[in-house]
């Protein structure tokens, strides 16, 4: 229970600090993406099952707030936590290159499904555009907010949350 109080207040300090002070170091519009950051640490961390929730969680809190189709956000959130936690077996902890990379790649892919169910659906089909002008620079500058969250980000989960033995034996079995 005190995991699980602890991930919730983590989940609601990164949507306050992404929606109010993220928005002051924006460079020409495009911030980066904390709750993305978090999910995939989540995932990484604490395996597929935390990072569903955490990226249901997050999602949910930007629908509530900012959505304009309610659960858009939610299920695109916990499909990278989701993901993000099939690195879970093979994942060191010291090592940066791995959330880094899953970053980037989560990033990129959510981009994309918002370009492509919220953009491409209207009819606007200006994807080169769309890709130089948004979607890169805020992969990079998501890449560079992990770079500089994810150690914060992992103190806070090993001292709060609950630490326990890896999911499984297998990568495919979801307990």
Not at 17 to 36: D, E, F, V
Not at 41 to 52: A, D, I, S, T, V
Not at 102 to 118: E, G, I
Request: hydrophobic share 50%; glycine share 8%; net charge positive.
């Amino acid at each position: 229970m005190k995991s699980r109080i602890s991930l919730l207040i983590l989940i609601v300090v990164c949507f306050l600090i992404q929606t109010t002070m993220l928005g002051r170091i924006a460079i020409g519009q495009i911030k980066p993406n904390l709750l993305l950051i978090l999910c995939v640490c989540m995932g990484l961390m604490r395996g597929r099952k935390r990072g569903l929730w955490t990226g249901f969680a997050a999602g949910l809190l930007i629908d509530l707030f900012f959505g304009a189709v309610f659960g858009f956000y939610a299920l695109v959130y916990m499909y990278v936590g989701y993901f993000s936690g099939y690195a879970h077996m093979i994942y060191y902890d010291d090592d940066i290159k791995v959330p880094l990379g899953m970053t980037a790649c989560a990033d990129l892919v959510y981009n994309l499904a918002v370009y492509c169910l919220q953009f491409l659906l209207r009819g606007r089909v200006n994807l080169q555009v769309y890709l130089f002008r948004i979607i890169l620079p805020e992969v990079f500058y998501t890449t560079i907010l992990a770079l500089i969250v994810y150690y914060p980000i992992r103190s806070y989960v090993y001292r709060f949350d609950k630490p326990y033995w890896k999911e499984g034996a297998s990568i495919w079995v979801i307990k």
